[in-house]
Antibody, heavy 122, light 107 residues
Framework: QVQLKESGPGLVQPSQTLSLTCTVS????????VHWVRQPPGKGLEWVGA???????DYNSALKSRLSISRDTSKSQVFLKMNSLQTEDTAIYFC????????????????WGQGTLVTVSS | DIQMTQSPSSLSVSLGDNVTFTCEAS??????LAWYQQKLGKAPKLLIY???NLEDGVPTRFSGSGSWTNYSLTISSLEPEDIATYYC?????????FGSGTKLEIK
């Protein structure tokens, strides 16, 4: 069955770089797109960015200058790197799978990881 | 960016009530609208996609409607397990955006 699981450090210091890994199973990264969504504690959901089935990426323009998403298809892993972290980046980070693989298609999310809480603090 | 406005932000309800949430997009999103249910400490759960299509396994008491900029989610005869926060999502215009959520509370 389809599964996604996020991993990474729970605590990051301000101005440092966040690195998260999403390990997937039950589907191929070359068939479906994988997206990152984050949720500050007690707040709503924010789309962070996506890696498409073909390997290209798109990012939320508000985060684009600090963000990189990549993948290793041989390991079924998707990576998120965000630099210059600030306290407002404190959030639960989810990886999630779309039914579709391409930019021009609609993207709703039936499969989610459990989420990983990232706290930005010194 | 397309703004998704959900109202109300919270709703006090009784079990057995029929409940309707609304979501207004700042631009026409052509029916590319999804609804999610999120319980405390859990990932969101997809309920509706394409504005009206029920995700597999979701109870039929959930239904979606709407077009252009105005959408709604209805729960017919509220069950205890429906107490959660509900989010709408624009799922085709980038950046993909979510509403701020409607939290259901028991009266």
């Amino acid at each position: 069955q389809v599964q996604l699981k996020e991993s990474g450090p729970g605590l990051v210091q301000p101005s440092q770089t966040l690195s998260l890994t999403c390990t997937v199973s039950g589907f191929s990264l070359t068939s479906n797109s994988v997206h990152w969504v984050r949720q500050p504690p007690g707040k709503g959901l924010e789309w962070v960015g996506a890696i498409w089935s073909g390997g290209s990426t798109d990012y939320n323009s508000a985060l684009k200058s600090r963000l990189s998403i990549s993948r290793d298809t041989s390991k079924s892993q998707v990576f998120l790197k965000m630099n210059s972290l600030q306290t407002e980046d404190t959030a639960i980070y989810f990886c999630t799978r779309s039914d579709y693989g391409g930019y021009s298609e609609p993207h709703w999310f039936a499969y989610w990881g459990q989420g990983t809480l990232v706290t930005v603090s010194s | 960016d397309i703004q998704m406005t959900q109202s109300p932000s919270s709703l006090s309800v009784s079990l057995g009530d029929n409940v309707t949430f609304t979501c207004e997009a700042s631009e026409n999103i052509y029916g590319f609208l999804a609804w999610y249910q999120q319980k405390l400490g859990k990932a969101p759960k997809l309920l509706i996609y394409g504005a009206t299509n029920l995700e597999d396994g979701v109870p039929t008491r959930f239904s979606g409607s709407g077009s252009w900029t105005n959408y709604s989610l209805t729960i017919s005869s509220l069950e205890p397990e429906d107490i959660a926060t509900y989010y709408c999502q624009n799922n085709h215009v980038y950046p993909l955006t979510f509403g701020s959520g409607t939290k259901l509370e028991i009266k």
